[in-house]
């Protein structure tokens, strides 16, 4: 009699480092959202609010216990950083019945704070509603911390100032004249002081500042880095600041607020390459990506203070993907809107910033040099209704229409103009259009198989065009989805030409499968579908049938050698090999030990024929054909991630030399243990007419052992 001692072993789960949480832009009316947003093993959050919350709609947030830790609503812009304790947080988000205004929207993200955290947070508040004839000073200090988060938030009225010093008498904020804080800023040191002053008129009820202090690991890596102009900012202003994230590749970099007529931010990369220049008169809501570590910001105000709601806030994350993600970046090429120059030149390739509608009765105009048989695309992205029109060389009108993505084959060479508006003459508001030839005329980063690359997509009009290398009779397949450590908010478009220039591709799903019929250069262009929203986004190119040799050659698995590795970003397919041989039964296991990820399993004969595509398993497999067969492992939806363990076996039949199981005899118990994704396979003599008792039991409460007698003749 045999008994087999088995021990089941769980892995750890690969944790996910930013959680995100969005209501869409603009969110439904009549909405109840809620979610959990976590980090597991994280001991304190980082949580950031960002958007616009209409009149009548609220968001809570409660932290792991329960208890409330954030309130937002009544027509409020947010913009607001702030230190939870746990690894965890829930967000519900309700909306009424209205739907008036479009520009409404509110995102929620976290991010762990780098250990060791020093809790509790450290907190002074004015109270709400402070007293007039105030002056309230105190110092915040973390003992031994070496660097402080700093959140201020609340509201100043008119007349009344706060001041907050380093541990150095540096004064690195001062706040007041009827200002909304909502800002978070890095401070090094241990602590800081912060003194209020409020002068004798309490007319407000609704003021009250609140400063708290957390304590963050140096060296660190910030999550946000800012400069703030003040709101409102001074008249005659020249802010200088260079904002940097240590040892990042690239950094994603937002620029909201205000700059009121005759006043101008310029942004410069550590190149002093000029990558962004806002006024006048803007209202600014941009995202956009600068390769390097560092940016410049430089801030102008002429002498006129006409206007309280004015400033600006410049925020940098670093753009950092996993280790095994190659960073493209592409540089978009921006041209700043200056109605006095118009019509504004445009090249194949470049998009519009700074450019609005106001008055409604306004247009603006645009001039492009193009070839006979040019395709062009234009993409608009507006809040309003608009109207584009292009006029050809002979200025004759060639396209008229409220479309926002067009394209157009040109049949004449010479310059064209672009004119737009909105259609109904009675909205304004900020828009962005793009200009590409299709296929592009720049030279787009080339991919290699098997090497995912992230990039972003920002602004709306933006597409972002990559290259690979394929080789006629090969099947790849093509995957594009979002990151998790940069939220992705838009419908992805997916577009792939072949060598010749032929669109053979043209689609909005996120997993393509093609099969090449030339060799020679691809191209793929990645855009929004509606030219709505912006967001990052991961692409990657696997080949896994004929002709991959050369191309890409997967990792080679072995019988009997479990493999652990994960899927690390939704739609992620990774690829494997083994050599295998005719007449041989084989069996394959996939499973995740977490929740969440189901793995799909793909199984391609020597030559390129699809065997299996399941997720159950076990799976077992007879041979027909001698050869190298691939396999890809995948979540079944490509939208989990997480760990997952594989393993390979062969049961029957040319199984000699693959595997050398080990030999049990009759009396001789074995103890063995079985991980997450195992099968243990033992041999035996036996004689034609023997009977035989085989007994399995498991010292695990957590382990049903499943026996699979194969028998046959050894001859």
């Known amino acids: 009699m045999i008994g087999l001692s088995l021990t089941l072993v769980f892995l750890p789960f690969m944790v996910q480092a930013t959680t995100t949480f969005s209501t869409g ?101 004015t109270g709400n509603p402070y007293p007039k004839n105030a002056n309230i000073s105190g110092t915040l200090s973390i003992l031994d911390a070496s660097a402080l988060i700093v959140t201020v938030s609340g509201k100043i009225t008119s007349g009344d100032v706060i001041t907050i010093t380093d541990s150095n008498g540096n004064q690195v904020g001062k706040f007041g004249q009827g200002e909304i804080i909502n800002l978070a ?43 703030n102009t003040g709101r409102p900012y001074p008249p005659n202003a020249n802010i200088n600041g260079t904002l940097s994230i240590p040892d990042a590749s690239a950094l994603v970099v937002t620029v909201s607020g205000k700059i009121t007529s005759g006043d101008v931010i310029t942004i410069t990369d550590s190149n002093g390459n000029q990558v962004g220049k806002f006024g006048p008169s803007k209202t600014i809501n941009l995202t956009f990506v600068v390769e390097g570590s560092s940016i410049d910001v430089r801030f102008i105000s002429d002498h006129y203070d006409y206007y309280t709601e004015r400033g600006v806030t410049v925020a940098i994350v670093a753009y950092v993907p996993l280790p095994s993600q190659r960073v493209p970046v592409q540089q ?46 234009i993409i608009v992205s507006a809040p309003f209704k608009h109207r584009l029109e292009i006029l050809g060389p002979t200025y004759t009108r ?54 995912p690359v992230a990039d972003v997509i920002s602004p709306a009009a933006d597409i972002d065009f990559f290259t690979f290398d394929g080789k006629e009779n090969t099947a790849i397949r093509i995957v594009s989805a ?79 050698s479990p493999v652990s590795n994960a899927i690390d970003w939704k739609g992620e397919m990774d690829v494997f090999s083994f050599q295998g041989s005719t007449g041989t039964l084989i069996r394959l296991f996939a499973l995740a030990p977490i929740e969440g990820l189901e793995p799909r399993l793909e199984l391609f004969a020597p030559d390129g024929t699809l065997i299996e595509d399941t997720t159950s398993f076990p799976l077992d497999v007879s041979l027909t054909a001698s050869g190298n067969y691939i396999l890809t492992l995948s979540d079944s939806g490509a939208n989990a991630i997480g760990d997952y363990q594989l393993s390979l076996h062969c049961l029957t039949a040319n199984c000699s030399g693959v595997l050398n199981t080990p030999t049990i005899a009759y009396n001789s118990p074995v103890s063995e243990e079985i991980k997450l994704d195992g099968m243990d396979v033992f041999t035996f003599q036996g004689s034609a007419g023997s009977l035989i008792r085989i007994s399995v039991v498991a010292t695990s409460k957590k382990l049903e052992p499943r026996l699979s007698p194969i028998f046959y003749a050894a001859i």
């Open 332 to 377: 978009e090429k921006s041209v700043d809107c200056n109605e006095t120059s118009e019509p504004i030149s445009l090249n194949y390739g470049e998009f519009v910033t700074n450019c609005s509608i106001d008055p409604a009765v306004d247009l603006d105009t645009f001039s492009f040099v193009a070839s006979a048989e040019d395709k062009i695309r």
């Open 185 to 227: 800023f890095v401070v090094e040191g241990s602590s800081i002081g912060v003194r209020f002053i409020s002068d004798n008129y309490d007319y407000y009820t609704e003021r009250g500042v609140t400063v708290a202090i957390a304590s963050i690991q140096v060296p660190f890596m910030a999550p946000t880095t800012v400069l």
């Open 482 to 560: 979002s990151i998790a450590t940069i939220k992705s908010e838009f419908n992805s478009r997916l577009e792939i030409w072949d060598p010749e220039g032929t669109l053979i591709e043209d689609t909005k799903a996120s997993i393509v499968d093609k099969y090449l019929a030339l060799s020679g250069t691809y191209l793929i262009g990645i855009s929004t579908s509606d030219a709505k929203g912006s967001g990052a986004f991961k692409i990657d190119i696997q080949c896994f049938k004929p002709n991959c040799q050369g191309v890409f050659n997967p990792p080679s698995i072995t019988y009997n």
């Open 398 to 451: 060639i396209e008229n229409t409220s479309n926002s993505i067009v394209e157009k084959s040109l049949t004449l060479a010479g310059t064209y103009t672009v004119i737009l508006s909105n259609s109904s003459t009675n909205q304004t508001g900020e828009y962005t259009l793009s200009l590409n030839k299709i296929p592009p005329v720049l030279s787009p980063p080339n991919i290699s198989y098997n090497s």
């Open 25 to 125: 832009s603009p969110y439904p009316k009549n909405a109840d959202m809620s979610e959990t947003l976590s980090i597991p093993d994280a001991s304190a959050l980082i949580v950031t609010v960002s958007g616009k919350i209409t009149s009548g709609d609220v968001m809570t947030i409660t932290d792991s216990n329960g208890n409330q830790v954030g309130k937002f609503g009544q027509g409020e812009t947010i913009n607001l950083a702030f230190v939870v304790e746990g690894s965890s947080i829930d967000v519900r988000f309700i909306s009424d019945h209205y739907d008036y205004y479009t520009e409404r929207g509110v995102t929620v993200a976290i991010a762990s704070i780098p250990l060791p955290f020093m809790a509790p947070t450290t907190v002074l508040s």
